[in-house]
């Protein structure tokens, strides 16, 4: 494969673009470099600290696991010179991690709207749709970064789970969440709350409901967690209230019914005032026989 450096860019060295071009972790490209498969136009190994220079050419075979194309489009809500917001769709990684690489978001976006430099501000979980903000600048992204970090971001959700008449709501669930690795679900546990969720019901029918999900905090499947310890869990959830069986890499039945509906904030580079809503619509609510066959 033969990638041109291309004019305008500003990184350090070919390593960085590359990382950011392939929209794959650095390790993976540390490790090409190490190992010599990638070249310049002399055939020479590309060093690790080698300048960028727009316009010449670097040389590598590129082999990569194949991944199952999530058979869903991911929508463009905004873009302007800054930031780029889209809306998700369910079984889609946010960023490349583990087996997924190409079927991600950032890869698709990066590819579609031919931004090599595109980054993403912060992550939803695979298996949730919805809105995902990133950035065009790769100096500008630490500002937008830190909204999520300092809690400056307004997140509300939305999930379809069973109705249950003697659920007093809303309220605002408080709790410790601990997240293991290598353990796929999280659990609550004892001492000091770090994940905090407020749940409001918006309406239900036939046994189910519409709940509204407002995080305060941002723990690893904090609203799933929550929502499984009020008895009414979310549906297609995999992990909440137990961990079922795998399903195989091309099933993409039962999407879980949680959905990040708006995000709402003050731009840190423009100063504007930001405030979007997916369009969005989770299925078990809108065709509950389509979503259970």
Known sequence: ??????????????????????????????????????????GRPVPHDMAYVPGMYVWFHRELPYEERVPFAIEIVYQDDHIVVADKPHFLATTPRGS?????????????????????AHRLDRLTAGLVLFTVRPEERGAYQSLFRDKQVKKEYEAVAPYEPAL????????????????LAAREVEGEPNAISTVELS??????ARYRLTPSTGQTHQLRVHMSALGVPILGDPLYPVV?????????????????????????????????????????WSSYEEWTG
């Open 1 to 42: 494969m033969r990638v041109r450096l291309p004019a305008g860019d500003a990184w350090a060295t070919v390593r960085d673009h590359l990382v950011a071009r392939l929209a794959v972790e650095a390790g993976v490209i540390d490790r090409m470099l190490d190992a010599g498969q990638i070249v310049d136009a002399t």
């Open 100 to 120: 997924h690489v190409t079927e991600t978001a950032l890869a698709r976006l990066r590819r579609d709207l031919g931004v090599p430099t595109l980054g993403a």
């Open 168 to 183: 007093s709501l809303p309220r605002t669930v408080r709790s410790r969440i601990l997240k293991e690795r290598g353990v």
């Open 203 to 208: 309406e239900h029918r036939e046994g189910r």
């Open 244 to 284: 079922t069986d795998p399903v195989a890499a091309d099933d993409f039945r039962r999407p879980l019914q949680l959905l990040a509906r708006v995000l709402e904030f003050t731009d840190p580079i423009t100063a504007g005032r930001h405030r979007f809503v997916s369009p969005r619509v989770l299925q078990a």
